[in-house]
Structures are given as structure tokens and as C-alpha cells.
């Protein structure tokens, strides 16, 4: 039966496929695509696992039965024997060979899915006491997780990647997916960004999660991987079913699950109208953005990791206005990497980088872990801390730990010798902050003088985040070579609104007045100053703030590489002349919305 399911629009387009569900086990697992030749392998891991786990519960049994029946009552003999059967049971075994070897998942991936299959039919038991017995298959399951933990072959997700029509044009060394046929698109409660990292690399045609705001860092890497995606979809991974075929209308925020023909026909045709227009936009890579009066935008892109840079390149953008360097650190854990990278590491990254931006500046941004993005891949809500983003986070959390930060500005220092990299630093609001930022910079100078390594010159930025930055900008000025506005965080800290919960989403509202007036003014002030300043939040790649931006004299515009071709059209239509006094009238207006959609 055909049913839908409402959200947030994230990322543009339509998606049309099997739906993968990705549970979240009381187990961290990792969920990566295996090469066909590795099939074997994997299922021999499930079950040597298997056996060793049949093992231990006969071992339990043999203990239970020298006990007397104070230390080990009746029950607890019945229960292992209800484990033993729970784990021979063909349904578990033969589900996971099938997505192990139709889907090419990694064991623990095919494991966890299908205890979810099977944990649905128990809730849909009529008897308690079946019922019941969900509890004792997931220890089970968890059992043969402990089992397999260290036995991985390859733990990076290597799964080819899904091309979209427009990208296959000008792009030959990306392979299709030799091994799955059928788009598959993600639905989860929840993923943190670290997990979004690992499914960057991957197939997937579409995601959906129950969880997120607009601008949650999830969001943000859906957006970056240009395929469709609707957060904050409250009890979709509870509706949806494994396999279940599920459309994804990343515009209207809304999924679609077991679509009738006319529905996928129809969704199908929206599909191909959204190729051709993107299809018609890429004629726009090569032409300068400049406006109607003569004034040149710069259009930066925004980047995750080094490897973004090649999109960024392909989309026309004259260097990276932001890299979030913090994803260089996150979920370590599942790759068995070091738990931080080291000066060496960064280096090469950060150089990577710089390379691959052929002489175009490189903006790194220091780290910025902490609220919805947790170094390690535990979601969000399941931090400690009651209140994430106002805790340590970004430069509160590096200057919290100066060796760390000491480290990173070395390696960022060390690749200034490769290319023009410019230095920025997140969530600043004290003048002690950036004093205690600005003498850790001497530092680690100091120290790769020391050493005799070679570094280079670095301009200096601060990022317009908190509205206590927005309000003392003379002070930064005094100290910066220019600045960043992050219109992602100050909106949510101007307006007390979590930009990460979708309960309150409907007021994150980037056309506040209030929200519009701090932007207006930074980039006034940065421009009487003669200062740089650009624009890096979410805001800069809304087609729709476009001609406001413009209109309150921007012109230095940081977005995912997916956008920039969107907004350049925008731009191009522009007349700043016109822009200005409309710009005045939007940030005198009590509902600039109204104005906005005009
Ligand atoms: C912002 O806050 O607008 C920003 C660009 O930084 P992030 O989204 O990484 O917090
Ligand atoms: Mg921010």
C-alpha cells in the first residue's frame, strides 16, 4: 500500500529505490559494500562466529548444570537453550547469506539487518511470550558481533560509486556499481556525520533519516554528496521496510514508500526533468560569474575532505571558501585508525588539498568537533551533554587542548608552502579567545623554526558565528585579515534554536530580521574596513538569498560544489545597482520572507 511520509528538504532531486535500513545496534558496526570475490569470506566470518558463539553457550550450559539450582535456576538453562535455537535458526543464517551475497553487504551490515527483519515479525506476534523472545535473539546477534569484532578484512568502505546522468557526460574514470543492479537509497533514525563520511564513498541513490534540521551537520554531508535527501522524517525507519521500493523528493522533503505505477511514472519523468536541467546548467561551469553591472562574485566551494576538491574544480569554483577539517578526525574508530591524526597525516591532507585546487586558495578552518558532531560515530543524542552547542566545541575545544590544536596548526603552516591557504578559526566570541588563538599561531611557528621545517604565510580569519562575534566586529578586525560569516550557527544561537532538532525546525528561519542584520552589518563593516568577507553557512548556497546577498554588497559566496552552478545563474541575472535599495527594504521589513519570495 502506498503511503507517504513528510520531512525536511535537505538535498534536491528525486530518488527512486530500495530502501536499505540501517539500524542502529547497541554495537557500533561498520556498514561497508564487499567486493564480490570477498562473498566467501564474509559469510565464513559469520560462520566462524557462529560456531564459536554455539560453543560458548554449551560451555554456559555445562557450567548452569554444576550449579545448584539457587545459583542458576530452571530458566536460565531454558533461556541458553532458546539462544542455541535462536542461533541455528535458518531464517537469521539464510537472511544474512542473502545480503551478504545479493547485496554485497559486510557481515556485521547484513547481521544487523536482519535481526531487524526478523525483530519486526516478533513484534507482530500476537503472544507475549514470543513476543518477548525479540530480547534474546538481539543478545544473540550481539554475541556474534562481540565474535567478530578484529576479524574484518578491509574495514574502509570501498563500494563503487552511482554516477547522476548529468555527471556521466564529462566524467569517464568513475565506475559504475558492477555489483548491485538496483538503486538502493538509506533510511535510518539517525546518522552522524561520521557515518555520512562512510557512505559518501558509496552507492547510495538517496538518504532519509528521522532525525535533523536543515543545516545539522547529517544534512550538511547529504547536501555535499549531491543526492537526494529528507531529514527530520520522524518515524520512517519505524515504516519503512527492508526492500521496500520508496521514492525520495529531496524538493518537497517528502518520501514515498511502496509507490503505486502512476506515482513512479510519474516521479520517474520529474526525475528526468531534474537531469535536464542540470544538464543545462553545467553549460554554466566555464563562464565567469560576474553580474549584469560588471561586479565578479566569487563563487568558493565548501569541502569535507581533500578529495572534495576534484568536485569543487569540476563546478567552476575558484578555490575552497571552507574545508571542515574536523572530518579528518572523525570515525577513526571503525577504520582503526589512530584516534587523532598526527602532524604528518594533516599534512599531507591539508597539502592534498592545496594541490588538487591548482593554485586557487585553500580556506582550512580548524577543528570544529563537538554538538552534533562527536568525534567518534555516536550519534548525537546520545552525547552526555544537555546542552552540546553551547559546550566545548570547535576553538573552546582546541584551546582546551593546546597540544592538539598545536599539532593541526603545524600541518596547516607546513602546507602554506605548497599554495595559499588561508587560516580560520570557528566560534570565536572573547577577545581572550583570540589573543590565547593568536599567540598558539606564534607558537607553532616558533616551533617549526625550531625544527627547521619550511612553512609559509597564512591570511588570518575568524568565522561570524555567535551574535557576540556579529556584535563586537571592530575587535576582530583588529585582528583578522578577514572574516567568515557562518550563517548555519548564527542563526541557531540568535534565534535559541537547535539547528539539529527537527522538533523545532520551523523556526530556524535564516530570513529573521534579526539574523539578516548581523549579516548586513558584518559585511558593511568588513567592506568600510576593506577587509575580506564571505559567506560559508548553508545561506550562501540558497539560490534564494542570492540577490539579498548581493544587494547587502557580497561578494564572496562558500558553498557545496553541487550549488555553485545554481547560484552562478543567479548571479548572473543580477544587478547590483537594483540589489541595494531592495537589500534596504528586505532588513527594514518585519517579515522579510514576504519581500524574499517576490
Ligand atoms: C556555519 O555555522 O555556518 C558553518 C559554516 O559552520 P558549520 O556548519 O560547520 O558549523
Ligand atoms: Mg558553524
Not at 554456559?60 to 530452571?74: E, F, R, T
Not at 534579526?514 to 575580506?532: F, S
Request: aromatic share 6%; with cysteine.
Amino acid at each position: 500500500m502506498t503511503f507517504a511520509v513528510h520531512g525536511l528538504p535537505v538535498a534536491r532531486g528525486i530518488a527512486i529505490g530500495r530502501a536499505v535500513l540501517v539500524v542502529s545496534s547497541r554495537i557500533d558496526v561498520a556498514h561497508y559494500f564487499i567486493k564480490p570475490e570477498e562473498i566467501d569470506t564474509e559469510i565464513g566470518r559469520v560462520r566462524s562466529a557462529r560456531n564459536a558463539v554455539a560453543e560458548e553457550l554449551v560451555k554456559l550450559q555445562a557450567s548452569v548444570a554444576l550449579m545448584g539450582p539457587k545459583d542458576a535456576p530452571h530458566e536460565l538453562s531454558a533461556l541458553l537453550e532458546v539462544h542455541q535455537m535462536l542461533l541455528q535458526d535458518e531464517a537469521l543464517s539464510e537472511g544474512v547469506k542473502h545480503w551478504i551475497t545479493e547485496r554485497l553487504y559486510n557481515a556485521e551490515w547484513a547481521l544487523t539487518t536482519q535481526l531487524e527483519i526478523i525483530a519486526r515479525q516478533f513484534d507482530e506476534m500476537e503472544d507475549e511470550y514470543l513476543r518477548e523472545r525479540k530480547a534474546d535473539l538481539e543478545q544473540v546477534v550481539e554475541r556474534l558481533l562481540h565474535r567478530m569484532k578484529g576479524t574484518a578484512a578491509v574495514l574502509a568502505p570501498k563500494p563503487p560509486r552511482r554516477k547522476r546522468a548529468a555527471e556521466a557526460e564529462d566524467d569517464e574514470d568513475v565506475t559504475v556499481s558492477d555489483g548491485i543492479d538496483v538503486p538502493l537509497v538509506l533510511i535510518a533514525h539517525d546518522l552522524s556525520p561520521a557515518d555520512m563520511l562512510q557512505f559518501k564513498k558509496s552507492v547510495f541513490a538517496g538518504f532519509v533519516t528521522d532525525v535533523g534540521g536543515r543545516t545539522s551537520h547529517t544534512a550538511i554531508v547529504a547536501r555535499s554528496m549531491d543526492i537526494p535527501a529528507v531529514v527530520g522524517a520522524r518515524s520512517a525507519s519505524q515504516l519503512v521496510r527492508q526492500d521496500d521500493w520508496v521514492i525520495i523528493d529531496g524538493d518537497a522533503g517528502v518520501v514515498i514508500v511502496d509507490p503505486s505505477p502512476i506515482i513512479l511514472a510519474e516521479y520517474g519523468f520529474k526525475q528526468r526533468q531534474g537531469d535536464l536541467e542540470r544538464g543545462r546548467l553545467s553549460r554554466l561551469r566555464h563562464k565567469p560569474a560576474v553580474t549584469l553591472d560588471g561586479e565578479r562574485v566569487d563563487l568558493l566551494a565548501n569541502i569535507e575532505m581533500p578529495e572534495d576538491t576534484l568536485n569543487a574544480v569540476k563546478a567552476g569554483a575558484v578555490g575552497v571558501g571552507l574545508f571542515r577539517s574536523e572530518f579528518l578526525f572523525m570515525g577513526r574508530e571503525s577504520q582503526r585508525l589512530s584516534r587523532l591524526p598526527d602532524e604528518e597525516e594533516q599534512y599531507q591532507a591539508y597539502k592534498r588539498a592545496v594541490e588538487g585546487m591548482q593554485g586557487m586558495p585553500v580556506t582550512i578552518r580548524t577543528i570544529d568537533v563537538g554538538a552534533d558532531k562527536p568525534l567518534d560515530g555516536k550519534s548525537a543524542s546520545k552525547q552526555e551533554h544537555l546542552n552540546p552547542a553551547l559546550g566545548l566545541r570547535a576553538i573552546r575545544w582546541s584551546l582546551a587542548d593546546p597540544a592538539m590544536f598545536l599539532t593541526q596548526l603545524r600541518a596547516i603552516l607546513r602546507a602554506a608552502a605548497h599554495g595559499e591557504i588561508h587560516l580560520l578559526i570557528p566560534m570565536l566570541a572573547h577577545a581572550s579567545e583570540i589573543r590565547q588563538t593568536l599567540s598558539l599561531i606564534d607558537f607553532a611557528r616558533a616551533e617549526l623554526d625550531n625544527r627547521g621545517v619550511v612553512y609559509g604565510h597564512v591570511k588570518l580569519g575568524a568565522m561570524i558565528e555567535i551574535p557576540a562575534a556579529a556584535l563586537t566586529l571592530k575587535t576582530f578586525l583588529k585582528y583578522f585579515d578577514f572574516l567568515s560569516i557562518g550563517t548555519n550557527d548564527l542563526i541557531q544561537y540568535t534565534l535559541a534554536i537547535d539547528r539539529a532538532d527537527e522538533a523545532v525546525a520551523h523556526l530556524y528561519d535564516p530570513a529573521h530580521p534579526a539574523v539578516l542584520r548581523l549579516v548586513a552589518d558584518t559585511i558593511a563593516e568588513c567592506r568600510r574596513q576593506g577587509k575580506g568577507v564571505s559567506v560559508c553557512g548553508e545561506m550562501a548556497g540558497d539560490p534564494q538569498f542570492t540577490r539579498l546577498l548581493l544587494g547587502m554588497g557580497l561578494r564572496s559566496f562558500s558553498m557545496h560544489p553541487s550549488q555553485i552552478l545554481t547560484v552562478k545563474q543567479e548571479v548572473l541575472r543580477a544587478d547590483t545597482n537594483k540589489l541595494v535599495p531592495w537589500a534596504q527594504q528586505v532588513l527594514e521589513a518585519d517579515d522579510p520572507a514576504v519581500l524574499l519570495a517576490r
